[in-house]
């Protein structure tokens, strides 16, 4: 993209600031933000007020190596039930609205032994909660190629919830993907 797209503009605000209020906004116990240095240095303050942070710098890491640095870090910072899940939305999915969030928190707190993906127009996507006992798993090798390998290893633990946001499938990659969101 030629800069850090988690900091360009999306409706006058950073594209991971469309992706963090809606997310606190909706019913999470809590968000760990996994980035660069140089996004949390970009972003102020206010958008990053009841978010642990978490920095990777190692450009050479995929985002499975993010999600394993959040569940350390959220492990770090509070104390894990059985019962409890994590939820896993990447930076570049602004549009997700909060009752997208909501319907995904939700559906897990009514299915704990399951895996929740999110879906529009019966495509999978983001946000993903899975449950914590299989955070195990996630750091395991088997998951080194995403995590997209958990699911499929657990195809009969899988409940998808239809969302309204387009956003829940559509990530921002490519310059034409940015224009899109103008």
Known sequence: MGDAKQLLDVGGQTMLSAVLKPLSASRVDGIVLVTHSAIAAGL?????????VAINDDETTEMIDSIRIGLSTWRRQTTV??????????????GIGTADFDACVDAYGNNPDRIVI?????????????PA????FVRSE????????LPRANPDRILTVPCSSPAVTGDVDTPEDYRRLH
């Open 133 to 136: 006992s299989f955070a195990s």
């Open 81 to 94: 039930r059985e019962r409890d899940g994590f939820l896993v939305c990447p930076g570049d999915h602004p």
């Open 142 to 149: 088997p998951c080194d190629a995403g995590l997209n390998v």
């Open 44 to 52: 102020g303050k206010e958008q990053l007020r009841d978010v642990f």
């Open 118 to 130: 999110a879906t529009h127009n019966h495509r999978r996507g983001h946000p993903i909660v899975f």
